[in-house]
């Protein structure tokens, strides 16, 4: 079992910063990845960024390519998404999600966080 706590989310005017965090405990060396997905109201859930183990790939939606990074720190278990020039629409809840498998889709995570609030003012 893999358990995902987030944490960093908040309020911020537009063209601030945020930094998550997605700190995992237990089976952790069974992963093969983690990611960040957001859920805005009345929408899906969708990718935001993702990175694999072994070898560190990452991978981010289209629409924050240049605004956000993903990166980790094996030492601490943690993930990081660091959010530059948000946005309005950046606003949702973002959860850290885990899978034992080297896939991104949503149907494919085994381990979801309790998600963090993130709203972007304008």
């Known amino acids: 079992q893999v358990q995902l706590v987030e944490s960093g989310g908040g309020l911020v005017q537009a063209g601030g910063s945020l930094r998550l965090s997605c700190a995992a405990s237990?089976?952790?060396?069974?992963?093969?990845?983690m990611g960040w997905y957001r859920q805005a109201p009345g929408k899906q859930r969708e990718l935001v960024a993702g990175?694999?183990?072994?070898?560190?790939?990452?991978k981010y939606v289209d629409s924050v390519k240049g605004r956000f990074i993903i990166s980790r720190d094996n030492a601490k278990n943690t993930v990081y998404l660091q959010m530059n020039s948000l946005e309005p629409e950046d606003t949702a809840v973002y959860y850290c999600?885990?899978?034992?498998?080297?896939?991104?889709?949503?149907?494919?995570?085994?381990?979801w966080g309790q998600g963090t609030q993130v709203t972007v003012s304008s």
């Open positions: 999600g885990a899978s034992l498998r080297r896939a991104i889709a949503i149907g494919a995570m085994d381990y």
């Open positions: 237990g089976s952790i060396f069974s992963l093969n990845y």
């Open positions: 990175i694999f183990t072994r070898p560190e790939l990452p």
